[in-house]
C-alpha cells in the first residue's frame, strides 16, 4: 500500500536559518505530493502540491520538488521566521488504492529568535 | 464561505456512549473523509467516501461507523466510545482525485 515517511522531529532553527525536512514514499504509479501545515491550534491548511514528476510546488517561500528518481519530496524555505513554527505534514494521494490522502507522522519545526 | 464545518469543537464521553460527530462542506465537493490525529502518529484514515451513497473504511476504522446520505454530510458515529478513542478528530474534502483536501478545523473527543 501507499506509504509517506518523514524525518523525526522536533527541528529547532534560529531565525534566518535554512529549512530540509525530509519526506520520502512508497507508491505505485504516479501520485500527487503534498505538504501541509498546522499552526498551534489549528487544522491543516495546504501549503504546497506538485501533481507530477519534477514539477516544484512553491508556497510563501517555502519549496518542494517531486522526484521519481529517489521517490522524495523535500520541503525547503531559505530563511525561516519564528512564524513559521508548526507542524509540518507531508501527504500523497495514490492512483491506484484507497482514494483519500495518506500521511506522513509530522515533523515539529521550533524556530527560535 | 464556510468551507468545512465540524461540530462539536469539543466533547467529554463516558466509555461506552455512543455519539454522532458532524461534518458538513458547502464546496459541492464529493470527497470526503475522516482522520484521527494522535500525538507522534500523524493522521490516519478512519473511514472515506467519493460520492453520495460511497463510503469505505480507510487504515482504522473498527469502532467507527459512516453514512453518506448527501454530498453535503458525512457524519462519523461512535458505537461504543473507548478511552482509545480520546484523540482529534479532522473531517476534509476535496473536489476532485488528488487535488487536495480542505480541513475543518477538528473535534477534540475525550472518553473517560
Known amino acids: 500500500g501507499n506509504s509517506v515517511t518523514q524525518m523525526e522531529g522536533p527541528v529547532t532553527l534560529s531565525e534566518e536559518a535554512f529549512l530540509t525536512i525530509n519526506c520520502t514514499y512508497t507508491?505505485?504509479?504516479?501520485?500527487?505530493l503534498f505538504w501541509y501545515v498546522q499552526y498551534p491550534g489549528e487544522g491543516l491548511q495546504l501549503l504546497l502540491k506538485?501533481?507530477?514528476?519534477?514539477d516544484k510546488g512553491s508556497n510563501k517561500g517555502f519549496e518542494a520538488t517531486y522526484r521519481k528518481e529517489t521517490t522524495s519530496f523535500h520541503l525547503e524555505k531559505g530563511s525561516v521566521q519564528v512564524s513559521d513554527s508548526a507542524v509540518y505534514f507531508c501527504?500523497?494521494?495514490?492512483?491506484?488504492?484507497?482514494?483519500?490522502?495518506?500521511f506522513g507522522s509530522g515533523t515539529r519545526l521550533q524556530v527560535q529568535p | 464561505n464556510a468551507g468545512v464545518t465540524q461540530t462539536p469543537k469539543f466533547q467529554v464521553l463516558k466509555t461506552g456512549q455512543s455519539m454522532t460527530l458532524q461534518c458538513a462542506q458547502d464546496m459541492n465537493h464529493e470527497y470526503m473523509s475522516w482522520y484521527r490525529q494522535d500525538p507522534g502518529m500523524g493522521l490516519r484514515l478512519i473511514h472515506y467516501s467519493v460520492g453520495a451513497g460511497i463510503t469505505d473504511q480507510g487504515e482504522v476504522p473498527n469502532g467507527y461507523n459512516v453514512s453518506r446520505s448527501t454530498t453535503e454530510d458525512f457524519p462519523l458515529r461512535l458505537l461504543s466510545a473507548a478511552p482509545s478513542q480520546t484523540s482529534v478528530y479532522f473531517c476534509?474534502?476535496?473536489?476532485?482525485?488528488?487535488?487536495?483536501?480542505?480541513f475543518g478545523s477538528g473535534t477534540r473527543l475525550t472518553v473517560v
Open positions: 507508491a505505485t504509479g504516479y501520485p500527487s
Open positions: 506538485a501533481t507530477k514528476a519534477d
Open positions: 501527504a500523497l494521494w495514490g492512483d491506484t488504492g484507497r482514494r483519500a490522502l495518506t
Open positions: 476534509a474534502s476535496s473536489s476532485l482525485a488528488g487535488y487536495g483536501y480542505t
